[in-house]
């Protein structure tokens, strides 16, 4: 079992920043990426960014050039750096990390979200 703890959210004015940052702890092992999703009202939960354990990332379109995603092995930790934040970025915020599974299967874990709004 892999927990997960968000922090890090909150309001901001468009054009503002927040870093939100997600804690593992358990059974961290066979981590194939870490990563962030979003989710607003009325749509489905998308890909906002990950990143493997070896560094490489990946983000969506909506985001590129403006969040960057990092991470600290030491801590087990996933950040989430958002810049020139826009109205559009306003969602419910869910971590997750992908473990390798027996038999080449994989399986999912989500924290419980972190709500960012990006109001004036």
């Known amino acids: 079992q892999v927990q997960l703890v968000e922090s890090g959210g909150g309001l901001v004015q468009p054009g503002g920043s927040l870093r939100i940052s997600c804690a593992a702890s358990g059974s961290i092992f066979n981590i194939n990426h870490m990563g962030w999703y979003r989710q607003a009202p009325g749509k489905q939960r998308e890909l906002v960014a990950t990143i493997t354990i070896t560094g490489r990332t990946n983000y969506a379109d909506s985001v590129k050039g403006r969040f960057t995603i990092s991470r600290d092995g030491t801590k087990n930790t996933v950040y989430l750096e958002m810049n020139s934040l826009k109205p559009e970025d306003t969602a419910v915020y869910y971590c997750?990390?992908?473990?390798?599974?027996?038999?080449?299967?994989?399986?999912?874990?989500w924290g419980q979200g972190t709500q960012v709004t990006v109001s004036s």
């Open positions: 997750n990390v992908e473990q390798a599974t027996w038999g080449g299967s994989t399986y999912d874990y």
